[in-house]
């Protein structure tokens, strides 16, 4: 099995920064591309950023210059830095992985639970 933990959500003040953490654990063989994802009820889920294995990085216009993805590829890790936090960004965050379990497998997209993070103004 494999598992994706977020951490790090919570309520904060505009302007204010917080970091999110995704650790994934369990049968990996490799991880590609790492990424996080985020949705507000009544709305579909939106790409945040993205980084793949050699530390390439993708971004949403409207994240660009305020959050910063990096991942450990030894701790099988990806974080989300998030400054300059506005209201509009308050929805649930979700961490995905494209992940082979086996050499010979195919590779398959997972998530994480979410993590709820929450900007007043």
């Known amino acids: 099995q494999v598992q994706l933990v977020e951490s790090g959500g919570g309520l904060v003040q505009a302007g204010t920064s917080l970091t999110l953490s995704c650790v994934a654990s369990g049968s990996i063989f490799s991880i590609n591309a790492m990424g996080w994802y985020r949705q507000v009820p009544g709305k579909q889920r939106e790409l945040v950023a993205t980084i793949t294995s050699g530390g390439i990085t993708n971004y949403a216009d409207s994240v660009k210059g305020r959050f910063t993805i990096s991942r450990d590829n030894a701790k099988n890790t990806v974080y989300l830095q998030m400054n300059s936090l506005k209201p509009e960004d308050t929805a649930v965050y979700y961490c995905?992985?494209?992940?082979?379990?086996?050499?010979?497998?195919?590779?398959?997209?997972?998530w994480g639970q979410g993590t709820q993070v929450t900007v007043s103004s």
């Open positions: 995905n992985a494209g992940i082979k379990r086996r050499s010979i497998w195919p590779e398959y997209p997972y």
